[in-house]
């Protein structure tokens, strides 16, 4: 598909006003996308794990207004009136006009909720924008309701990405690839797909457990973060690293080698520091309590033959990922060695999901 198939002939139905109201899972990356071209354009594929308890809860309402030479709307968070959240959703509006020529025509109150705290570290930009994405392809929908379920979905998480990458990958579960990679079938720089091949059980209800050790705001926005990517000396190599993780990963899913699985997920999320470590500006996003947590985690491994790892987002919390079937032993090491580490005692219980409901 090409960027132009997402722009609409015409409308059948026309609609004075009305609301929907999407629910939209956060996902965390095993190969991580990290510096970005034009337009959204990712300089490397991702794939990753669907969340299922951390979601953004979105309603759009709806109205015809008189005029159409401008964006209208307000948003709200928790019902409190939100000013700051409007220049990124200024800025997606603009970037989507062109595939939903409606977005002038009428007044919109956001009103959003998440099931995580916020300002908890936990970043709201992918199961928010991806929720926003599929309220306003219920309205287009409502407009054109010949849309297949498919092209529907397809659509949104296309529109998801120019909100923020990450957000294509949150609608569907439970493993979802973004970014055009020559041995994934129907892989897009323009959208999610979800994965195609066979997955082991071993990661079936794989359980990740988010460890909060800095709920401060991030130090780095994303969208700085990645800009640094941009005349990075290793830029090149890392961006044939993640093609390669991209294309080991396949037989790793398959077979449900563990260690295997831990040694790639592990190496991308320190890579993905390592690029802030090494960019200039740099950064260094851990903080020592995540030091702590890596060394415990290692550890523990060691002596427990347990397969735990973590990985990391682009900030100082820390993921622990582990199979189900050691949820019992993995939860009760969290609680006596890694949560005396995380601020204020906040951890969140997660496992991988399905994607995104209409409520
Ligand atoms: C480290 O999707 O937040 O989480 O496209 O600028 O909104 P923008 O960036 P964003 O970047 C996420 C980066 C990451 C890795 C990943 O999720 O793949």
């Given at each position: 598909m090409i960027v132009e198939d997402f722009i609409p002939k015409s409308s059948s139905k026309s609609i004075e006003k009305g609301s929907f109201t999407w629910s939209s899972p956060s996902n965390i990356a095993l190969v991580k996308y990290w510096g970005k071209k034009a337009?959204?354009?990712?300089e490397n594929p991702s794939i990753s794990f669907t969340l299922n308890n951390c979601k953004t809860t979105t309603t759009l309402s709806f109205s015809k207004k008189e005029t159409n030479n401008s964006f209208s709307f307000e948003v709200y968070l928790d019902d409190e009136k939100k000013d700051d959240f409007k220049p990124k959703i200024e800025t997606f509006f603009k970037r989507v006009e062109v595939y939903l020529p409606?977005?002038?025509?009428y007044h919109f109150k956001i009103e959003t909720s998440n099931t995580f705290p916020h300002s908890?570290?936990?970043?709201s930009s992918a199961s928010g924008m991806s929720a926003l994405a599929l309220c306003l392809m219920s309205i287009e929908k409502t407009l054109?309701?010949?849309?297949s379920e498919e092209s529907f979905t397809k659509k949104a998480s296309f529109l998801a990405r120019l909100g923020?990458?990450?957000?294509?990958?949150?609608?569907?579960?439970n493993l979802v690839v973004w970014g055009k990679h020559i041995?994934?079938?129907?892989?897009?720089d323009l959208f999610g797909v979800k994965y195609p091949y066979q997955v082991h059980?071993?990661?079936?209800n794989y359980q990740d457990t988010i460890l909060l050790v800095d709920k401060g705001?991030?130090?780095?926005s994303s969208t700085l973060g990645h800009n640094?990517?941009?005349?990075?000396?290793?830029a090149q190599e890392r961006f044939k690293q993640a093609n390669k993780n991209l294309s080991d990963i396949i037989s790793i899913l398959k077979t449900g080698d563990l260690d295997k699985f831990i040694a790639l997920v592990e190496s991308e999320a320190l890579t993905l520091h390592a690029m802030m470590m090494t960019s200039?500006?740099?950064?260094?996003?851990?903080k020592p309590n995540t030091l702590e947590i890596l060394n415990k985690i290692w550890a523990y491994r060691n002596t427990s033959g347990s397969k735990v790892c973590f990985t990391l987002d682009a900030g100082a919390n820390v993921h622990v990922l582990y199979p189900e079937n050691e949820a019992a032993q993995v939860l009760e090491f969290i609680q006596n060695?890694?949560?005396?580490?995380?601020q204020n005692g906040q951890y969140i219980c997660d496992v991988i999901g399905l994607g995104a409901n209409k409520m």
């Amino acid at each position: 598909m090409i960027v132009e198939d997402f722009i609409p002939k015409s409308s059948s139905k026309s609609i004075e006003k009305g609301s929907f109201t999407w629910s939209s899972p956060s996902n965390i990356a095993l190969v991580k996308y990290w510096g970005k071209k034009a337009h959204q354009i990712p300089e490397n594929p991702s794939i990753s794990f669907t969340l299922n308890n951390c979601k953004t809860t979105t309603t759009l309402s709806f109205s015809k207004k008189e005029t159409n030479n401008s964006f209208s709307f307000e948003v709200y968070l928790d019902d409190e009136k939100k000013d700051d959240f409007k220049p990124k959703i200024e800025t997606f509006f603009k970037r989507v006009e062109v595939y939903l020529p409606f977005l002038k025509d009428y007044h919109f109150k956001i009103e959003t909720s998440n099931t995580f705290p916020h300002s908890s570290g936990i970043a709201s930009s992918a199961s928010g924008m991806s929720a926003l994405a599929l309220c306003l392809m219920s309205i287009e929908k409502t407009l054109s309701p010949s849309i297949s379920e498919e092209s529907f979905t397809k659509k949104a998480s296309f529109l998801a990405r120019l909100g923020s990458g990450s957000a294509c990958r949150s609608l569907e579960g439970n493993l979802v690839v973004w970014g055009k990679h020559i041995e994934i079938d129907g892989s897009s720089d323009l959208f999610g797909v979800k994965y195609p091949y066979q997955v082991h059980q071993n990661f079936k209800n794989y359980q990740d457990t988010i460890l909060l050790v800095d709920k401060g705001e991030k130090q780095v926005s994303s969208t700085l973060g990645h800009n640094l990517m941009h005349d990075h000396p290793f830029a090149q190599e890392r961006f044939k690293q993640a093609n390669k993780n991209l294309s080991d990963i396949i037989s790793i899913l398959k077979t449900g080698d563990l260690d295997k699985f831990i040694a790639l997920v592990e190496s991308e999320a320190l890579t993905l520091h390592a690029m802030m470590m090494t960019s200039m500006p740099y950064f260094i996003l851990m903080k020592p309590n995540t030091l702590e947590i890596l060394n415990k985690i290692w550890a523990y491994r060691n002596t427990s033959g347990s397969k735990v790892c973590f990985t990391l987002d682009a900030g100082a919390n820390v993921h622990v990922l582990y199979p189900e079937n050691e949820a019992a032993q993995v939860l009760e090491f969290i609680q006596n060695e890694l949560v005396a580490y995380c601020q204020n005692g906040q951890y969140i219980c997660d496992v991988i999901g399905l994607g995104a409901n209409k409520m």
